[in-house]
């Protein structure tokens, strides 16, 4: 499949530990972010959304924080596991509520050593 | 079966021809995108359609054309390709409306030559 992560930032963790991804998103009027996991050699998958009224929000195992205030957003990934490992993308609607553009960041690729 | 399906799976082409990469979805879905990835850049916008006979640009839409004559394909067409063009592409849809996820498809690998 696709090699994405050289030049991506990398986090290595421990299988067990909780691993926090971040990014930083670019405008300010975006209401929409979401997140999403890439393995290797297939297409992006949804994780969990957040809307702009909600700072928290808790999937199974995640949780994506929003800070409005720095335009930050996390994903927190409990009790990470060896097939955590795989390439996170956090997007943003730059179209506004009425219309879906979706904007990606440039992924962190999250590698789990056993 | 139900989804979204890009073809062909991987492309050979030389500089300056015409190619035409397909994407279907069987969800009667609004919103159909094109994303190009390479190292580096993560996924960019290429084009976008809110419906049938609506395409917008993306962030990198030189050098390409869509068209979006019925709802469930959205085919992308590199006119005169590049190797600059050379890249992962992929399709993806999302229902009506703003603030919905978007569902990928398998991606397409080009490479001009």
């Known amino acids: 499949g696709e090699n994405v992560g050289l030049h991506l930032p990398t986090l290595s963790v421990q299988e067990g530990d909780n691993s926090i991804i971040n990014c930083a998103y670019s405008?300010?009027?975006?209401?929409?972010f979401i997140w999403y996991k890439q393995e290797s050699g297939k297409g992006p998958q949804f994780i969990i959304d957040?809307?702009?009224?909600?700072d928290k929000r808790q999937g199974q195992r995640v949780t994506v924080l929003l800070n409005k205030t720095v335009k930050h957003l996390s994903l927190q990934i409990a009790a990470t596991q060896p097939g955590d490992s795989a390439v996170y993308f956090c997007?943003?609607?730059?179209?506004?509520?009425?219309?879906?553009?979706?904007?990606f960041g440039t992924g962190t690729l999250l590698a789990v050593q056993p | 079966d139900a989804g979204i399906t890009q073809s062909p799976r991987y492309k050979i082409t030389e500089t300056g021809r015409q190619v035409t990469l397909m994407c279907h979805q069987t969800?009667?879905?609004?919103?159909m995108f094109w994303y190009r990835q390479d190292l580096g850049h993560g996924l960019r916008l290429i084009y976008y359609?809110?419906?049938?006979?609506?395409?917008d640009k993306g962030e990198v839409p030189d050098g390409y054309v869509v068209s979006r004559s019925k709802t469930e394909n959205f085919p992308l067409t590199l006119e005169s390709a590049t190797r600059s063009q050379t890249s992962v592409y992929f399709c993806?849809?999302?229902?009506?409306?703003?603030?919905?996820?978007?569902?990928f498809g398998q991606g397409t690998r080009l490479t001009v030559v």
């Open positions: 359609s809110a419906a049938a006979d609506i395409t």
């Open positions: 993806a849809s999302s229902e009506v409306g703003g603030n919905t996820e978007a569902f």
């Open positions: 405008n300010s009027a975006s209401d929409y």
């Open positions: 969800w009667s879905h609004s919103y």
């Open positions: 997007a943003e609607n730059m179209g506004g509520g009425a219309t879906n553009k979706l904007i």
């Open positions: 957040i809307r702009s009224n909600m």
